[in-house]
């Protein structure tokens, strides 16, 4: 089982200034992988996939980057609406893992 | 519009069994597999399996083989989870979303509560 690892558990960001995910996984996932966003009481929404994809209808502040095992998720310019739980996935082997998430917080 | 709409809350004792549905409206159900997630309360993410609805091959996570089924009805476009043998660890919202690696669309969530 690949293990998804993120970091930091929690970032607080000042609105308009960059916020910067990770995502490690434990063996290579060569390029299929995606990036989720859950708010509070929400189902997730798909965000990034490929991993520099964006899904339809997500801002151009959202952007992916990554192969193999190391990823990153970058939001350009935090805004209030973006505080949410962000979730990092693999889809390159069996079964299909998650990271543990991030929480984004406007500081 | 495109869509997954799953059925309603369910309370459950332990060693029950529960049965959630997810109908796919405004696509072409055959063609975008059926994944299976679930959110314990407070917790992350936890990829449960997926199902082939062209063909209705399916994948489960191991640590619930023998406890879950995952069917289709085609004729309904509606998806079906079935978990078994419930224990208080299976609480969780149960999400199904559309596709086999990323996941493009997702339902509104089920909330399955198992207690005594």
């Known amino acids: 089982e690949r293990v998804m690892t993120q970091s930091p558990a929690t970032l607080s960001v000042y609105s308009g200034e960059r916020a910067t995910l990770s995502c490690r996984a434990s063996?290579?996932?060569?390029?299929?992988f995606a990036w989720y966003q859950q708010k509070r009481g929400q189902a997730p929404r798909l965000l990034i996939y490929?991993?520099?994809t964006r899904a339809t209808g997500i801002p151009a502040r959202f952007s992916g980057s990554g192969s193999g095992t190391e990823f990153t998720l970058t939001i350009s310019s935090l805004q209030s609406e973006d505080c949410a739980v962000y979730y990092c996935q693999q889809y390159n082997n069996w079964p299909r893992t998650f990271g543990q998430g991030t929480k984004v917080e406007v500081k | 519009q495109v869509q997954l709409v799953q059925s309603g809350a369910e309370v459950k004792k332990p060693g029950a069994s529960v049965r959630v549905s997810c109908k796919a409206l405004g696509y072409s159900f055959a063609s975008y597999g059926i994944t299976w997630v679930r959110q314990a309360p407070g917790q992350g993410l936890e990829w449960m399996g997926c199902?082939?609805?062209?063909?209705?091959?399916?994948n489960y996570v191991e640590s619930l083989q023998g406890r879950v089924t995952m069917t289709t009805d085609t004729s309904t476009s509606t998806a079906f989870m079935e978990l078994r043998s419930l224990r208080s660890d299976d609480t969780a919202v149960y999400y199904c979303?559309?596709?086999?690696?990323?996941?493009?669309?997702w339902g509104q969530g089920t909330m399955v509560t198992v207690s005594s």
């Open positions: 490929g991993p520099s």
């Open positions: 199902i082939n609805t062209y063909n209705g091959d399916t």
């Open positions: 063996q290579n996932v060569s390029t299929n």
């Open positions: 979303g559309r596709g086999l690696g990323s996941f493009d669309i």
